[in-house]
Structures are given as structure tokens and as C-alpha cells.
T-cell receptor, first 114, second 110 residues
Framework: EAGVTQFPSHSVIEKGQTVTLRCDPI?????LYWYRRVMGKEIKFLLHFVKESKQDESGMPNNRFLAERTGGTYSTLKVQPAELEDSGVYFC????????????FGNGTRLTVT | QKEVEQNSGPLSVPEGAIASLNCTYSDRGSQSFFWYRQYSGKSPELIMFIYSNGDKEDGRFTAQLNKASQYVSLLIRDSQPSDSATYLCAVSTGGFKTIFGAGTRLFVKA
């Protein structure tokens, strides 16, 4: 079974530019999550998809962040325009459908905004 | 108050000793509890999950849950240098949302 895959693994962009991160969840996992870890801080929840619908986007920091999951398969997270404080590691995770099922993480995308 | 709190460490133990990692959470409605291990530059990987009060053992790892005290812990017996990592406590409510603590760094000295 293929795990959660994320692309790219690293991205370095200048302030004001746009970056799009991609996540392919484990096949069959309807629940897909985006998290972010800023240096030294906890892994922060951004949002949760169930299939193509946003179940909870309470963690999205502001309207510069846009997440989509068209067709309920892979997801993208776009940051536009990027700011310095957006730097960090963006993790995608997916899980099975039963309550309490654990998260399976991708390797993350390390975003550096200069 | 943070939703999930952990001592950031570092916690340093000698090889072969028991490492004890602790976590408290604020939401009494939390139902599922997880311990993840994260090596530097890598993604979190699941070690244990526990749903009921008491102990759950898996090899060298034991998770302990006390819902009345809103406390969950992870014991690592016969600690090895390869156990050196950051250990993340995570808590889920019934709505599939999982909240993470900041993690405890563990060093196992050879």
C-alpha cells in the first residue's frame, strides 16, 4: 500500500510569490488533513477534508491560504502571496473512516519564504 | 492553556533505562489518544494509540491513560539510542480532529 505522498519536498520562494503544495493520500482514505509545523512549535491543524468537502478549516491562518480537493482524491494547498511567517513544514495526513483511526503522515513539504 | 501540553525536554536517559513521557489535555470530551515519534527532518510515525483508561502494552512501549486526570503517558522500556527522537502526544475528539502537543525530545545515551 502506497503511503501519503507530498510534493515538492522543499520549496524556496520569495515573499509575495505563490506556491502550491500537493498531497496524495492513501488510496481509499476519505479524510485528508493539512498541518503545519513552524520551527520549535507544535504541529498545528490547518484543515480537514472529507472527500471533496471541507469539514473543518478553522486552522487556516488567513485568506492567503487556499486548499482544494477536487474529486476527493489529491489535495492542493496554495499560499498566495507568501509571507515570511509562512515558512515551516507543511504536513499532509490521511486516515481511515472509523472514529479514532490514526493519522498517516506524508514526508512533508519544507517551505522557506525569503 | 494549551489544548495538549507536553514537557519539551530534552529528557535524557541512559541506554537500557525506562523513559517516561507525559502529556495532559484540556478537552474532557477527547476520546482517542496517540503517541507519534518524529525523527529530525522526518514525518511523524505512529507508535501507540489508546482509547480506554488503563495501560496498553506493545513490545517495549506502554501507553497509560487516565481520563479523570486528563493525563496520558508513554513508557519506553530498555531504551535504545535509536529511540532518540521527538515524541508527540496527539488527542482526538469524536469529530476526527486531532490536536498535537509540541513534543518531548528524548535522548538515549549509549
Amino acid at each position: 500500500e502506497a503511503g501519503v505522498t507530498q510534493f515538492p519536498s522543499h520549496s524556496v520562494i520569495e515573499k509575495g510569490q505563490t506556491v502550491t503544495l500537493r498531497c496524495d493520500p492513501i488510496s481509499g482514505h476519505d479524510n485528508l488533513y493539512w498541518y503545519r509545523r513552524v520551527m520549535g512549535k507544535e504541529i498545528k491543524f490547518l484543515l480537514h477534508f472529507v472527500k471533496e468537502s471541507k469539514q473543518d478549516e478553522s486552522g487556516m491562518p488567513n485568506n492567503r491560504f487556499l486548499a482544494e480537493r477536487t474529486g476527493g482524491t489529491y489535495s492542493t494547498l496554495k499560499v498566495q502571496p507568501a509571507e515570511l511567517e509562512d515558512s515551516g513544514v507543511y504536513f499532509c495526513a490521511s486516515r481511515d473512516d472509523w472514529p479514532g483511526s490514526p493519522l498517516h503522515f506524508g514526508n512533508g513539504t519544507r517551505l522557506t519564504v525569503t | 492553556q494549551k489544548e495538549v501540553e507536553q514537557n519539551s525536554g530534552p529528557l535524557s536517559v541512559p541506554e537500557g533505562a525506562i523513559a517516561s513521557l507525559n502529556c495532559t489535555y484540556s478537552d474532557r470530551g477527547s476520546q482517542s489518544f496517540f503517541w507519534y515519534r518524529q525523527y529530525s527532518g522526518k514525518s511523524p510515525e505512529l507508535i501507540m494509540f489508546i482509547y480506554s483508561n488503563g495501560d496498553k502494552e506493545d513490545g517495549r512501549f506502554t501507553a497509560q491513560l487516565n481520563k479523570a486526570s486528563q493525563y496520558v503517558s508513554l513508557l519506553i522500556r530498555d531504551s535504545q539510542p535509536s529511540d532518540s527522537a521527538t515524541y508527540l502526544c496527539a488527542v482526538s475528539t469524536g469529530g476526527f480532529k486531532t490536536i498535537f502537543g509540541a513534543g518531548t525530545r528524548l535522548f538515549v545515551k549509549a
